[in-house]
């Protein structure tokens, strides 16, 4: 878990639009607070080597009409992506719930092993 945690921190984010349930499409939503400082940088996937700073070149970015294509498709090409993208993060949040479970169980079985073979010495 960490080690994801960190990669992320380094790299450049994919920016993702919010679903409007209302309109049942793909809306830009700004991941920037208004001034916001040393903000993390997004790449948005309309065009290659695009990069989100602030506020601003988000506002510029989402007026292209490169852009503006890219999301009135997204969600053909890209939701289900992005939602499969959630499911392998919980089922590796899960896996290692798991993984840690299984260990102790383990310990647990070789403690009992132990003990029935100091009984059977008696
Ligand atoms: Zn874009």
């Given at each position: 878990m960490t080690d994801s945690n960190q990669i992320v921190s380094i790299t450049r984010c994919i920016y993702i639009p919010k679903f409007d349930e209302?309109?049942?499409e793909y809306i830009d939503v700004s991941p920037y607070k208004p001034y916001e400082r040393?903000?993390?940088q997004y790449e948005c996937r309309c065009r290659a080597g695009s990069v989100l700073t602030n506020t601003t070149t988000f506002k510029q970015h989402i007026k292209s009409k490169t852009h503006k294509d890219f999301i009135k498709n997204y969600k053909k090409y890209y939701a289900e992506l992005d939602s499969?993208?959630?499911t392998i993060k919980e089922l590796r949040v899960e896996n290692e719930f798991l993984i840690r479970k299984n260990i102790k169980l383990q310990?647990?079985?070789d403690e009992l092993e132990l003990e029935e073979e100091f009984h059977d010495v008696e």
């Open positions: 209302v309109k049942d040393n903000a993390i499969a993208k959630e310990q647990k079985i």
